[in-house]
C-alpha cells in the first residue's frame, strides 16, 4: 500500500486504526460504518471471525429455527447478521442496511426469511406491522416466515410487554412469550420446549479465541510492513513508540507475550465477576494500548508525526503502553464512557503492592526478582525509571523529584503486574498481590481446572482454604479445622454477626456415604460453587450452591489466611450468613421424616491446635 502524500508524517493505516480508538468519532466501531471507514483510508477493515456464525448457520438451516441475537452495545449483533448474509445471501447486502427496519428475503423452501438489524431502531410503525407474524414465528404457529433479529434485553422485553397492552385476542401469547424470554434471559437458556428459537446472548460467553482474534485483527494487519516501509522511525536508537508498543504484545522468540497474556487473564477475571467488555471495547483497547498518548489530552492517541516527535525528545513517558492499558492517557471523563478501561481501573494497578515489590523496585532487591522485570524491554523500564530513581534518592530536586518519582513508581509497578511471571509458591512476588484480586491467579487457575474436569485432588487444595475460610466467617474464630464445614449461627436475635451454635452436624469434606463438600462449575454462572452433595443413595436432593464470584472468593481466601471476617467486606459476610442458613434449612428438611425426637444444639469452641469441637446439648 503506499503511503499519502507526507508519508514520513503519516500512513494510512495508523490513522484508520485511531478510528478504532477512544475518541469523539469512533464511526468505524460501528459495523454500519465499516465499509465507509474502509473506503475512506483505502484500508481493510479490522475483521475476525463471528463466533456464533454456525450455530446461527445451524439454526436457519432445514426446517429452522427462529434466532435472536441479544446482548450490549458491540457485542457483535449486526456483525454476526451481516457475516451471515454474506456467506447465504450476498445479493441482499446491496440493500442492507437500508431505510427499511426489516429486510426480506425468498429463501429456496419457499419460506421468507425476516432480518431485523436492531429491534430498537425500527419505527413504533413498523414494530407493530411485524408483531403478530413475529410471534407467531416464536410459538410455532407462522410457519411461513424465519426471524434473524437484534435486540438488547430490554428492548426485547419491552416490545412484548408492550404488546400485550395492545389486546385483541393475541395479548394472552404475547404475554406468555413475554414471561418465557424473561426466564430464558434470567437462567441463561438459549432454547425452550414451547418456542421455536433459539436466543444467543453475545454477552454471555466468555471465549480467549475471541479475545486472541481481536488482538491478532490489528497486531497482524496486513498493511503494517507496508505502512511503515522507508520510515527512519523503523531504525535507530530511539524506537517508534507505535513499533514498540505494538511490538510488546506480539511473541518474542516463540515465546507469548506476558504483557498480552495478562491482559486476556484480566478480562476472563472481569467476566467472571459479570463485567463483560464487548468486541467494540476489546478493539478500543488494543488500539489505545498501541497509539496513546498522555501528553495532550486533547488529542490521546499518536499519529506518525507525533509518534516521531516523541521519539526525538526521548519521550516514552507519555506513550507508555501499560499506563495506556488503563486509560491513563485520557481525560476522566472519555476514560469512564469506556468500561475495558473501568475494568483495570477497579484492579487498583499502580496504587495497589507490597513492601517485597517495593523494594524490588526502589531498591532492586531482591536482585532475582528485579532482573526478571528489569532484563525485559528497557524503554519503558531502566530508561524511563532509572533518572526518576537516582533524582529521588539523591535528595536535590525538591518537590518536582518525589512527584515524579512518585508517578513513575506507579507506572513501574503498572509493568510489573504485566510482565512478571506468576509466582504461585512465592506469594508476595506474584503480580496479583499488585492488584485489590491478591488471588486472581488461583481464581483462575480454579476456573482452568474445573474447565477441564480436573480430578479431586487437583481442586482439593482450594476446597481446604475456602472450607477454612467459611469456617473463621461463620464462627468468628481463628479455627484451622478444614476438614469438616461448620454451617454456624446464633439462637435469637443478635447484632453479632458471628454465631457459634450449629443446628445440624458438620459437613465433611471428603464423604462418599454422607453429605460433602463440593466444589464444581456452575452450569448457568459458569463461575465454582461450592456446595453439600449428596450421596446419590440419598436421592436428588436439590442443595443450594454459593457462587464464588471473585470477589467472594478473595475474601474467603484472604479470611483463610488470617484476615478478620468483618475487616474486609460485610457484604460477603452477609451472603455467606445467608448461604449458610438456606443450606441449613436444606439438610434439617432432607430429615423431615425422621422419628420426632429432642432438639440437638452444638456449642462450638476450639481447641488446642485450632480445631472446632462441639459439645451436644439436648433440648
Known amino acids: 500500500m503506499p503511503p499519502v502524500t507526507g508519508a514520513q508524517d503519516r500512513n494510512r493505516l495508523i490513522d484508520f486504526l485511531a478510528t478504532y480508538g477512544p475518541v469523539a468519532a469512533s464511526d468505524s466501531l460501528c459495523d454500519e460504518n465499516v465499509r465507509q471507514a474502509e473506503r475512506d483510508y483505502g484500508i481493510a477493515s479490522i475483521s475476525?471471525?463471528?463466533?456464533?456464525?454456525?450455530?446461527?448457520?445451524?439454526?436457519?438451516?432445514?426446517?429452522?429455527?427462529n434466532v435472536i441475537l441479544t446482548g450490549t452495545a458491540g457485542d457483535g449483533k449486526t456483525f454476526h447478521i451481516r457475516r451471515y448474509l454474506q456467506d447465504h445471501y450476498p445479493d441482499a447486502l446491496s440493500s442492507w442496511p437500508g431505510l427499511e427496519g426489516v429486510l426480506k428475503i425468498a429463501r429456496s423452501d419457499g419460506r421468507e426469511l425476516r432480518v431485523i438489524r436492531d429491534l430498537s431502531e425500527i419505527s413504533d410503525s413498523e414494530k407493530l406491522a411485524e408483531l403478530q407474524s413475529f410471534a407467531g414465528a416464536l410459538l410455532g404457529e407462522n410457519t411461513d416466515a424465519l426471524y434473524l433479529v437484534a435486540a438488547n434485553d430490554g428492548q426485547l422485553l419491552k416490545y412484548f410487554r408492550d404488546a400485550v397492552h395492545v389486546g385483541g385476542p393475541e395479548a394472552t401469547g404475547y404475554q406468555n412469550l413475554h414471561e418465557c424470554l424473561t426466564e430464558m434471559l434470567r437462567s441463561e437458556r438459549e432454547a425452550d420446549d414451547t418456542l421455536s428459537l433459539r436466543?444467543?446472548?453475545?454477552?454471555?460467553?466468555?471465549?480467549?479465541?475471541?479475545?486472541?482474534?481481536?488482538?491478532?485483527?490489528?497486531?497482524?494487519?496486513?498493511?503494517?510492513d507496508g505502512a511503515c516501509t522507508g520510515c527512519a522511525g523503523t531504525t535507530g536508537e530511539n524506537p517508534c513508540p507505535i513499533r514498540l508498543n505494538r511490538s510488546l504484545l506480539m511473541p518474542s522468540d516463540s515465546m507469548p507475550s506476558l504483557f498480552r497474556s495478562r491482559l486476556r487473564e484480566s478480562l476472563r477475571l472481569a467476566a467472571a465477576n459479570d463485567q463483560h467488555v464487548p468486541i467494540r471495547q476489546l478493539l478500543t483497547l488494543v488500539v489505545n494500548i498501541i497509539l496513546g498518548d498522555s501528553k495532550n489530552a486533547d488529542r490521546p492517541l499518536l499519529d506518525c508525526a507525533t509518534a516521531k516527535r516523541r521519539a526525538a525528545s526521548n519521550d516514552y513517558g507519555s506513550?507508555?503502553?501499560?499506563?495506556?492499558?488503563?486509560?491513563?492517557?485520557?481525560?476522566?471523563?472519555?476514560?469512564?464512557?469506556?468500561?475495558?478501561?473501568?475494568?483495570?481501573?477497579?484492579?487498583?494497578?499502580?496504587?495497589?503492592?507490597?513492601?517485597?515489590?517495593?523494594?524490588?523496585?526502589?531498591?532492586?532487591?531482591?536482585?532475582?526478582?528485579?532482573?526478571?522485570?528489569?532484563?525485559?524491554?528497557?524503554?519503558?523500564?531502566?530508561?524511563?525509571?532509572?533518572?526518576?530513581?537516582?533524582d529521588y534518592l539523591g535528595g536535590g530536586g525538591g518537590d518536582s523529584a518525589i512527584k515524579n518519582f512518585r508517578r513513575g513508581l506507579e507506572a513501574q509497578r503498572r509493568r510489573a503486574f504485566f510482565l512478571l511471571p506468576d509466582h504461585p509458591d512465592v506469594e508476595a512476588a506474584t503480580p496479583w498481590r499488585l492488584t485489590i484480586f491478591h488471588h486472581?491467579?488461583?481464581?483462575?487457575?480454579?476456573?482452568?481446572?474445573?474447565?477441564?474436569?480436573?480430578?479431586?485432588?487437583?481442586?482439593?487444595?482450594?476446597?481446604?482454604?475456602l472450607v477454612r475460610g467459611l469456617n473463621r466467617a461463620l464462627t468468628g474464630m481463628m479455627a484451622t479445622d478444614d476438614n469438616h464445614l461448620w454451617l454456624s449461627g446464633t439462637i435469637g436475635k443478635t447484632d453479632?454477626?458471628?454465631?457459634?451454635?450449629a443446628t445440624v452436624d458438620a459437613v465433611d469434606r471428603t464423604s462418599s456415604t454422607n453429605l460433602s463438600v463440593k466444589l464444581s462449575k456452575d452450569s448457568v454462572t459458569r463461575r465454582p460453587a461450592l456446595g453439600v452433595a449428596v450421596p446419590k443413595m440419598w436421592g436428588q436432593s436439590k442443595m443450594p450452591q454459593l457462587d464464588l464470584r471473585p470477589l467472594l472468593f478473595e475474601y474467603l481466601m484472604r479470611v483463610a489466611n488470617g484476615s478478620l471476617p468483618a475487616s474486609f467486606s460485610r457484604q460477603c459476610h452477609q451472603e455467606i450468613r445467608h448461604y449458610a442458613l438456606v443450606a441449613i434449612a436444606a439438610i434439617r428438611s432432607?430429615?423431615?421424616?425422621?422419628?420426632?425426637?429432642p432438639e440437638v444444639v452444638r456449642m462450638l469452641s476450639l481447641g488446642a491446635q485450632g480445631e472446632v469441637q462441639a459439645s451436644r446439648i439436648e433440648i
Not at 48 to 65: M, Y
Open 48 to 65: 475476525t471471525e463471528a463466533p456464533r456464525l454456525n450455530d446461527i448457520e445451524s439454526e436457519l438451516s432445514g426446517v429452522g429455527r
Open 199 to 224: 436466543l444467543m446472548n453475545l454477552s454471555r460467553t466468555w471465549s480467549s479465541e475471541t479475545v486472541d482474534a481481536i488482538f491478532d485483527a490489528v497486531l497482524d494487519h496486513p498493511d503494517w
Open 319 to 390: 506513550t507508555n503502553p501499560y499506563n495506556n492499558a488503563m486509560g491513563r492517557n485520557l481525560r476522566d471523563d472519555r476514560r469512564r464512557a469506556n468500561r475495558v478501561f473501568g475494568i483495570f481501573e477497579v484492579l487498583g494497578i499502580g496504587f495497589e503492592t507490597n513492601n517485597l515489590i517495593d523494594a524490588m523496585l526502589v531498591q532492586r532487591e531482591p536482585k532475582t526478582l528485579y532482573d526478571e522485570l528489569f532484563d525485559q524491554e528497557p524503554t519503558y523500564g531502566t530508561r524511563l525509571f532509572d533518572p526518576l530513581r537516582r
Open 440 to 465: 486472581g491467579g488461583e481464581y483462575l487457575r480454579l476456573l482452568n481446572a474445573l474447565n477441564g474436569s480436573a480430578s479431586r485432588d487437583v481442586t482439593d487444595p482450594f476446597t481446604r482454604q
Open 496 to 501: 453479632d454477626p458471628s454465631g457459634r451454635v
Open 590 to 597: 432432607m430429615h423431615s421424616d425422621d422419628e420426632p425426637g
